[in-house]
């Protein structure tokens, strides 16, 4: 069988001139207040960075205890400690999702169990092996969109059961976030890359046990850290912006509604139930659809490098409605009429 490249990311699909659905980042830029807050963190450079005051703003964002808290260089950082520090009998990786973890354990010269989620890729928790010490669920899944909701029953004694939230800001409300639930062995990953279109920044945090994140800590290099990637910690996780990212959150979910429509009516098959800023599609029978939006001057995520996807699988952000109607013309190009009728 042939390995998906699980080092293949969306930012490998962008290139000048070609409109980029490939990345899920949120916007061109931090908003200007985010922009503001960071120039001002600019003067602190010549200090050593303390990240105190960012933990504390992360626990109370949370509800948690300063204790729970580790801040990390993007969620990326999450899944290198886990895999350096901890010593997995049975790890197992929940796919089609971001590849990462799994990459990292790989690294790290753990062997890594991969438990393929069929359409419509919902986790049932029976689904994981009993005698897994490690497990690893992105929620919302990245590529699918998917939040599961049953993600305790995997927290037990005995097992770590990470959570890869970093697109759950992007969920009104956050109704299954795990965030702020005290469970065994759980460790909930999250981000500001997407949301706060911080991804050159590389902020994030991990939540879990104090002994857990004593141990993680100790995996961790000193400073990983930096002054703008606290400063932005501590701006975006106050309560106004919070829910100005809850109030985005519920727009995007309109735009994203007409794109699923709009997409099912030219015969695109969307995988329904996406809570997340991008859609899973695919058009049976063609393989070529990304290379030919490409053509069109388009760019969406090739989706045959996650485990259990296929070539003619292809991932789209969903964005503002002016994005929507140029993919929507793009993809007129691309599929003939009669697709499109067969299915309008
Ligand atoms: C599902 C998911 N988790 C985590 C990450 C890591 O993001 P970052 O390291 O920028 O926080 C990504 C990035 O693409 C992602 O898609």
Redesign the pocket.
Known sequence: MVQPDLSF?GDQEVAPGLLDLAV?VRGEQPPPWLLGRLERALRQLARYPDPAAATRTVARRHDRDPDEVLVTA???ESFVLLARALTPRHAVCVHPS?T?PDAALRAAGHDVERVILEPPYVLDPAQVPDSADLVVV?NPT?PTGIVHERLAELCRPGRITVV?E??MDAVPGEPHSLAAARLPGLVVVR?L?KTWAL?GLRV?YLLAEPDVVQQLRQAQPLWSVGTLGLAALDACLQRGPVRMAERDAGELGTVREDLVRRLTEIGVEVTPGSQAPYLLCRVPGRPDVHQRLREQGVAVRRADTFPGLTPEHWRTAVRDPECVTHLMSALCQVLPATTRDLHG
Request: hydrophobic content about 30%; cysteine-free.
């Open positions: 990311h899920n993007g969620g990326a971001f990462e992105g990245n890869d970093a697109f981000s890359t991804a994030g």
